[in-house]
Nanobody
Framework: QLQLLQSGGGSVRAGGSLSLSCTTSRRSISNYAMAWIRQAPGQERDVVAS?????????YADSVKGRATISRNNNNRNTVYLEMISLKVEDTAVYFCAAASTTRAPPRLAREYDYWGQGTQVTVSS
């Protein structure tokens, strides 16, 4: 069982930035794609950004392109990061770290992910 532990998030003013991190329980997650997925109230979970096992391939949702950066460090407690700038009120959501057991392109649908972090609230105020 792969466990994911998230940190970061909280309340931010519009135009500000946020940093999220996610560490894993295994020594190696080199065969997992990782993602940050968010869920706003009353909406489905959407992949914000995802990264393949090596970090060489990334996907960003249109809503965050140019504002978000996903990265991973397979040597440092297998940590995955999300940095976002120019935050908007509509970025308000619960953000989840997630992992999918695949070495192919990073999945773009939330249902393709097998393991999930505990979730962290991000609230952007105007």
């Amino acid at each position: 069982q792969l466990q994911l532990l998230q940190s970061g998030g909280g309340s931010v003013r519009a135009g500000g930035s946020l940093s999220l991190s996610c560490t894993t329980s295994r020594r190696s997650i080199s065969n997992y794609a990782m993602a940050w997925i968010r869920q706003a109230p009353g909406q489905e979970r959407d992949v914000v950004a995802s990264i393949n096992w090596s970090g060489g391939e990334k996907y960003y949702a249109d809503s965050v392109k140019g504002r978000a950066t996903i990265s991973r460090n397979n040597n440092n407690r297998n940590t995955v990061y999300l940095e976002m700038i120019s935050l908007k009120v509509e970025d308000t959501a619960v953000y989840f770290c997630a992992a999918a057991s695949t070495t192919r392109a990073p999945p773009r649908l939330a249902r393709e992910y097998d393991y999930w972090g505990q979730g962290t609230q991000v609230t952007v105020s105007s």
